[in-house]
């Protein structure tokens, strides 16, 4: 049989009304449901849009690169030096920011200084443990690292050049314990100088009303864009959102100092830069080259803008530390510079730095304070020191909270006649604990020092404690 092609028409005429009128309204249903559904996705769609806000997205950006801190220490009477008792358990939190792949953490030094151990969890919640690499003292800084089993989300870095009065700002940290703890807020003001105590002050502060509590310390302050603005460092006591965080640009000044090859890995390279930061415009400019230097060999110039260093992109002086951190004497660098408005690419070559021996198996310390104590602990005592913090391993069976590694005696000096020998750890001096450069100027620099005479030490040598007494000699006595 053939088939034919047809077209079916009706003829409303030709109907009855009894059929017309339901399947007109049967036509009619159909498209109220579909337009009754399409509405209500739409609806649905600008409502989930809506809730990602730009702070939402920014929290997102950043989230990965904060980490947790939880710190331990043992607490001892504090009316006695050497106790024999074992002590209470003390544990503190705070917040970290990962500023390189290889677990490099940034956080302020009151959060990581004199506790036994250190512990760091991630976003994912993976925890490791954590050892101080650097420090600084003055402006609150520390660097400590751990060894992840994969490259860590590195932070967004922003610049704290351009920030406005009433631009909002978010805190990320590990408020009380909580976290991952997120708080709103507003800048409040800038460049506010505070002083903490007699001890600490600082200096160029951000503002927030964004809250920050205790735990917050150490962790982020970012922007819209979820690029961190600053670093939260302090609250006002007793006031109502009134909170202070380092600005990211002075942070990142201090970062280089604490990545320093020439600190940590007794390399050189002989770059001076300046970081030039302002808005966007972001960017490592050569100063100049120290003479015979890697740098003055690879061909760097004043002026020049570097580009990247390595398979880093170069934005400051931190980054192109990071970027030679871990390199041994020979190994090169490539250099993409821009200069005269031309990418040029160069060759690094480092080098060990000479007549200095280094120990990266302690933190180092970039302090101001390192030179009175230095200086008056060699003139009295006779002995050069270095910190030792709580997670060191010549403490970790010790019952104090730190000590001054002895890494020098001088002959026939006091140190010497009493029988103090180089690696020994000095742990206390009269009544006073040393666990740091500020302990060793205090006694040093006491109105009664003399009334001391002779000094009673305490030092820590293998699993003993011993002490003595020094009897020190005064100019003009």
């Not at 909170?243 to 390399?267: C, Y």
């Not at 992109?313 to 408005?341: H, K, M, Q, T, Y």
């Not at 000590?403 to 001096?429: H, Y």
Request: net charge neutral; proline share 4%.
């Amino acid at each position: 049989m053939e088939s034919f092609p047809c077209t079916v028409t009706f003829d409303a005429g030709a109907l009855p009304t009894e059929l017309i009128l339901p399947m007109i309204k049967r036509i009619v249903d159909s498209t109220l449901c579909a337009v009754v559904i399409f509405v209500g996705l739409s609806a649905y769609c600008l409502a989930t849009e809506s809730r990602e806000t730009p702070v939402v997205r920014a929290i997102k950006r950043a989230k990965s690169s904060v980490v947790n801190i939880h710190s331990e220490k043992t607490s001892l009477d504090a009316s006695a030096l050497i106790s024999n008792g074992k002590g209470r358990k003390v544990n503190g939190v705070g917040t970290g920011i990962v500023v390189d792949e290889r677990g490099y953490i940034v956080t302020n030094y009151h959060v990581v200084i004199g506790f036994d151990a250190l512990h760091v969890t991630l976003h994912d919640g993976s925890t490791y443990d954590a050892h101080i690499v650097s420090y600084d003292r003055k402006h609150d800084l520390a660097i400590i690292k751990i060894n992840a089993t994969k490259p860590l989300d590195v932070m967004p870095l922003g610049t704290s050049s351009d920030l406005m009065l009433g631009e909002t700002v978010i805190a990320v940290g590990n408020a009380f314990g909580y976290k991952d703890t997120v708080t709103g807020g507003l800048v409040s003001a800038l460049s506010r100088d505070v002083d903490v105590n007699e001890k600490q002050s600082y200096k160029n502060l951000i503002q927030t009303d964004a809250s920050i509590n205790p735990g917050n310390s150490g962790g982020p302050l970012i922007n819209l864009d979820g690029e961190v603005v600053g670093i939260n460092v302090a609250i006002r006591a007793g006031a109502q959102r009134i909170g202070f965080a380092i600005p990211i640009d002075d942070v990142r000044k201090t970062i280089a100092e604490l990545l320093s090859i020439k600190q940590l890995n007794n390399m050189y390279h002989g770059l001076v830069g300046t970081d030039f930061k302002k808005g966007d415009k972001r960017m490592l400019i050569v100063k100049s080259t120290q003479t015979e230097s890697p740098a003055e060999t690879a061909g760097l110039r004043a002026g020049d803008i570097i580009l990247k260093a390595g398979s880093v992109n170069v934005v400051d002086g931190a980054d192109f530390e990071r970027a030679c951190l871990g390199c041994s004497a020979g190994d090169e660098v490539p250099i993409i510079v821009r200069r005269n408005n031309t990418s040029k690419s160069l060759t690094l070559k480092l080098s060990e730095l000479k007549g200095r021996s280094s120990s990266p198996s302690e933190p180092i310390a970039h302090t101001t304070i390192e030179d009175g104590a230095h200086a008056m602990s060699w003139r009295l005592f006779g002995v050069q020191l270095t910190e030792v913090v709580g997670s060191d391993r010549s403490l970790l069976s010790a019952r104090y909270r730190g000590g001054m590694r002895v890494t020098r005696v001088r002959p026939q000096s006091p140190a010497s006649l009493n029988g103090i020998r180089e690696g020994d750890i000095l742990v206390g001096l009269h009544v006073w604990e040393t666990i740091n450069y500020d302990n060793i100027h205090y006694v040093t620099e006491h109105p009664q020092l003399k009334s001391f005479n002779p000094l009673k030490f305490y030092i820590l040598r293998g699993d003993e404690t011993l002490f003595g007494h020094l009897q020190l000699v005064f100019s003009g006595t």
